[in-house]
């Protein structure tokens, strides 16, 4: 069973930046594609970042040229470093993984396994 645990979370102002991590345990196909997700209160969850273990990864639009999701596959952390925040990047971010192989790994696929979540909160 894969667990997943973020850090990095906090308040920073417009224009900031801040680097998320999640350590990851459990055997590491059951986490062959992960991702990033967020949640701004009374929005739906959506995908921010995703990575698998061949190296492709795949961004929403809006984050794209900001966010940058990588690995460290010695440390088994993913990490999601964010630049040039803005306010609408305000939101609880979670990490996520799946084992699924097969599949292509892409945010909109899904996810089985989750974090509880850290907090960016991004002022103007």
């Known amino acids: 069973q894969v667990q997943l645990h973020e850090a990095g979370g906090g308040s920073v102002q417009a224009g900031g930046s801040l680097k998320l991590s999640c350590a990851a345990s459990?055997?590491?196909?059951?986490?062959?594609?992960m991702a990033w997700f967020r949640q701004a209160p009374g929005k739906e969850r959506e995908g921010v970042a995703s990575t698998d273990i061949y190296g492709y990864t795949n961004y929403k639009d809006s984050v794209k040229g900001r966010f940058t999701i990588s690995t460290d596959s010695a440390k088994n952390t993913l990490y999601l470093q964010m630049n040039t925040l803005k306010p609408e990047d305000t939101a609880t971010y979670f990490c996520a993984a799946n084992g699924n192989t097969g599949d292509f790994c892409y945010i909109g696929t899904s996810f089985d396994s989750w974090g509880q979540g850290t907090q960016v909160t991004v002022s103007s």
């Open positions: 459990g055997h590491p196909d059951s986490r062959s594609c």
